[in-house]
T-cell receptor, first 109, second 113 residues
Framework: RKEVEQDPGPFNVPEGATVAFNCTYSNSASQSFFWYRQDCRKEPKLLMSVYSSGNEDGRFTAQLNRASQYISLLIRDSKLSDSATYLCVAPSGTYKYIFGTGTRLKVLA | DAGVIQSPRHEVTEMGQEVTLRCKPISGHDYLFWYRQTMMRGLELLIYFNNNVPIDDSGMPEDRFSAKMPNASFSTLKIQPSEPRDSAVYFC???????????FGPGTRLTVL
């Protein structure tokens, strides 16, 4: 099993739709997680951190499910500008973070 | 703040040549990471430094790859000799604290012919 796994997609959704991605991780001791966004031919940028209690930032909600070892990202009221690849990040060991291969989202007009 | 700076942005070279990629982290950031991104393997951590000291280089593919950080404001990733399978985008990232946000540079797109 990979340390961090994501559905590569693409997820094609209409504008205004709600879409959710999951990311599974294998290290049960992991404490901190992140979602990054990467636009085509650009560098990854932090979207949001994932806290144990969940985290909401406008239309974006990130949640952690420790029992099933996955994190999720929910995007409400999708915009065309949300089209990107979303990378989840989980710890591997004490001093190492592993990036997932990303989930591609296309929001359609 | 200038952000993480990488050079060159694009590099095209021939198999067997030496390639040197450069990175200037954000001032004050104690951690520096080198990643490689390909369609097949995604974003892979190659090596990271803390206070200029290499901490984990387990991701470095083989002896052809080497990385240095002679001071807090400069790091290099060298490939010698280069091979076509090294073609990828190489990112450098830095962070102030290990559990904090990593700030990525724009990347170097390497093509080895």
């Amino acid at each position: 099993r990979k340390e961090v796994e994501q559905d590569p997609g693409p997820f094609n959704v209409p504008e205004g739709a709600t879409v959710a991605f999951n990311c599974t991780y294998s290290n049960s001791a992991s404490q901190s997680f992140f979602w990054y966004r990467q636009d085509c031919r650009k560098e990854p940028k932090l979207l949001m951190s994932v806290y144990s209690s969940g985290n909401e930032d406008g239309r974006f909600t990130a949640q952690l499910n420790r029992a099933s070892q996955y994190i999720s990202l929910l995007i409400r009221d999708s915009k065309l500008s949300d089209s990107a690849t979303y990378l989840c990040v989980a710890p591997s060991g004490t001093y190492k973070y592993i990036f997932g291969t990303g989930t591609r989202l296309k929001v359609l007009a | 703040d200038a952000g993480v700076i990488q050079s060159p942005r694009h590099e095209v070279t021939e198999m067997g040549q030496e390639v040197t990629l450069r990175c200037k982290p954000i001032s004050g950031h104690d951690y520096l990471f080198w990643y490689r991104q390909t369609m097949m393997r995604g974003l892979e951590l190659l090596i990271y430094f803390n206070n200029n000291v290499p901490i984990d280089d387990s991701g470095m593919p083989e002896d052809r790859f080497s990385a240095k950080m002679p001071n807090a404001s400069f790091s290099t990733l060298k490939i010698q000799p280069s091979e076509p399978r090294d073609s990828a985008v190489y990112f450098c990232a830095s962070t102030e604290d290990f559990t904090d946000t990593q700030y990525f540079g724009p990347g170097t797109r390497l093509t080895v012919l």
